[in-house]
């Protein structure tokens, strides 16, 4: 256990390396001077020169990568061109935010696509198991800002019960605040979410339910129901726990359309709008920070995948 | 590959080369009798179809199809709902809905056609390569893919759509920069599983070339895979394309793409509700018609599990 650990820390690595060249690399090659983020139009060609120096962007490209990776490492991604403020302060204070709508997608998710999986599986062809492969199709299809506007247009406009723009609001300060403001984009991702995880629990309890022991159990007089909840279901939750991390690791970088729907104060608007302003001091560490956290949620779920079926380990 | 010609070896069930070998004086012929039983079986492709090509078709003649110039402004009727005169409604400067509707849907489909056109060829040619070369440079390939895959595919099209500016052309190559990886994995994954087949070491025996086995032999095999994943990556391209429009990095105002409608519709949805409705519905369709197709596709040629949900719910 403890070999494959360190092998697949040891392998994150060359990934993270990989990817702070290739983000440092997409960043500088944006057509267009950062400097003139800082001083505006206006500014003469000695003042910009100067905030250059000063900024350090006259060095080598080669340079200015290792500087940044250096500073990355003592915690320093660095000043928003904008703002001013430190980058990781920026990420700091959108985090929360974004983390309550993944704990609150992955719920809404979750509660539906599971049940919903399980029941399709368990009733192959029967009326259940189509209306379920709709909604499953019909969650991957629509586009998140069209179950954001038709949301806000039936809950926010015609009804007039939730906002028509959320706010974060944090669960334990304002419960029913936090559920109002946060229902929104975690229902319009939770439906995408759910959809994914449906589908995927359905093909591997398919895939479980034909198994000999499931036969045998059948064979030995075992209930229908404790046979596809209990044994089958314990198997097929394996596969179904990479799923559920990869979207929960997703999530976790910011969702930018449906946080800007909502406008919706995540990770995902604090780089639409370091984008859209030009800011690549707060692109370059927010990005590098969605990267982080996405390779190690999908090492924690490496991990506890091998810790619940021990076959991987030795392997 | 980019509009699947679905009569190639539709009906045609998972033997292992579906796709040639039809006699050919009435290939035609055939085609089109077991794409007539195919569309029997898949009846909801069918629709799917029929519901691309009206689509398709009034995209490409929209100057006549549609029923105003979808620039002409009529103050005296702004956002009004559905009428005989304006099926859609109208827009804050009293445009038709449809006629931008319509417009929109050459920005949508050009955006998917051009993005699996150019992303297929040279993520297939590139994951033919990785997979027929082993070794350096075919693990570089994939390597760099990797790292492509690691990142999520709307916050990638965001940062190239906005390193390149705004406009249609920059919004088309981000999303068809992302859409290369799953076919480069896609073809390499079919070029591993076929290249130790008899039938193709027995080519090889007979003293074929490299290149005559890469695409006479051994592409082939791969090719209905990559047009299943042709499907999805259009779908996530014609997705990726609005959300890019919906955030203002796509084509800009007045062009009428389907996103960007969605986006004004959204202030407006307190005087009418048809403003952002219509292209989102519009929208939607066009994405389950494509996925509808690709997995009767998938069903008909077999093949693995397929990922429509990377790159998307962002």
Do not use: C
Not at chain 1, 37 to 42: N, P, S
Not at chain 1, 53 to 58: A, L, P
Not at chain 1, 101 to 109: K, Q, S
Not at chain 2, 268 to 278: E, F, H, I, T
Request: no cysteine; glycine share 10%.
């Amino acid at each position: 256990m403890l070999r494959y650990l360190g092998f697949r820390i040891l392998q994150l690595v060359p990934i993270l390396a990989l990817a702070s060249v290739g983000i440092f690399l997409m960043i500088h090659l944006v057509p267009g001077d950062p400097v003139l983020t800082v001083t505006g139009l206006e500014a003469s060609a000695e003042q910009m020169a100067r905030v250059r120096h000063e900024m350090g962007f006259d060095r080598s490209l080669f340079v200015q990568y290792f500087d940044w990776v250096g500073r990355v490492f003592s915690g320093d991604l660095g000043n928003s061109l904008v703002s001013q403020k430190p980058t990781t302060e920026l990420i700091a204070d959108r985090m929360p935010a974004t983390f309550q709508l993944t704990i609150a997608t992955m719920i809404i998710g979750l509660s539906i696509g599971i049940p919903m999986g399980l029941l399709s599986a368990s009733r192959q062809r029967s009326w259940i198991d189509k209306a379920a492969a709709t909604y499953s199709s019909f969650s991957l299809a629509v586009p998140t800002f069209v179950v954001g506007i038709v949301f806000i247009l039936v809950f926010g406009v015609k009804l007039g019960w939730l906002p028509t723009a959320s706010n974060y609001i944090p669960v334990w300060e304002d419960p029913g605040g936090a559920l109002k403001s946060t229902i929104g984009p975690a229902f319009t991702l939770g439906f995408f979410v759910s959809g994914v995880i449906a589908r995927f629990v359905r093909a591997s309890m398919i895939e479980v339910l034909g198994l000999d022991y499931i036969r045998t159990g059948r064979a030995k007089g075992v209930g229908e129901a404790k046979l596809v909840y209990k044994h089958a279901f314990r198997a097929a939750s394996l596969p179904t726990l990479t799923v559920v991390g990869i979207q929960f690791g997703t999530f976790l970088g910011g969702s930018l359309v449906t946080e800007s729907v909502f406008n919706y104060p995540g990770i995902g608007r604090l780089i639409l709008s370091a984008i859209l302003n030009r800011d690549f001091v707060v692109v370059q560490g927010a990005v590098l920070v969605v990267v982080i956290i996405f390779t190690l949620v999908t090492l924690v779920t490496d991990i506890l995948y091998s810790l619940l079926n021990p076959k991987i380990r030795s392997g | 590959m980019t509009s699947p010609d679905e009569t190639e070896g539709g009906g045609v069930s998972s033997t292992k080369q579906p796709l040639m070998y039809a006699p050919r004086a009435n290939k035609f012929k055939v085609g089109l009798r077991n794409f007539g039983q195919w569309a029997a079986s898949e009846k909801a492709a069918a629709v799917a179809i029929g519901f691309l090509v009206i689509l398709s078709l009034s995209a490409i003649a929209a100057p006549i199809v549609a029923p105003y110039d979808p620039l002409q402004q009529d103050l005296g009727s702004i956002l009004n709902g559905p009428s005989w005169s304006h099926p859609f409604g109208t827009d804050e400067l009293g445009r038709d809905l449809l006629s931008r509707v319509i417009f929109g849907g050459r920005i949508s489909l050009a955006t998917g056609a051009i993005a699996v056109a150019i992303a297929g060829s040279v993520g297939a040619l590139a994951g033919l390569a990785a997979g027929y070369v082993e070794g350096f440079p075919g693990a570089l390939i994939m390597r760099f893919m990797d790292f492509m895959l690691a990142v999520p595919g709307i916050l990638l099209a965001i940062t190239i759509a906005a390193v390149l500016g705004r406009g249609f052309w920059p919004a088309t190559i981000a999303v068809t920069v992302i859409s290369v990886p799953a076919f480069a994995r896609l073809a390499r994954a079919s070029v591993l599983s076929t290249k130790e087949e008899e039938f193709v070491q027995s080519t090889r025996s007979a003293g074929a070339g490299h290149t005559y086995l890469m695409f006479r032999t051994i592409f082939p095999n791969a090719l209905s895979p990559l047009i299943v994943q042709a499907s999805v990556a259009a779908a996530t391209a014609v997705l990726l394309e609005a959300a890019l429009s919906f955030l203002g990095l796509g084509t800009q105002p007045p062009s009428p793409s389907w996103g960007m409608s969605l986006a004004l519709g959204k202030s407006y949805l307190n005087q009418s509700v048809w403003y952002a409705l219509m292209p989102g519905v519009v929208l939607t369709a066009t994405v389950l018609s494509i996925d509808t197709i690709g997995r009767a596709l998938q069903r008909t040629w077999g093949g693995s599990a397929l990922d429509s949900a990377a790159g998307r719910g962002a």
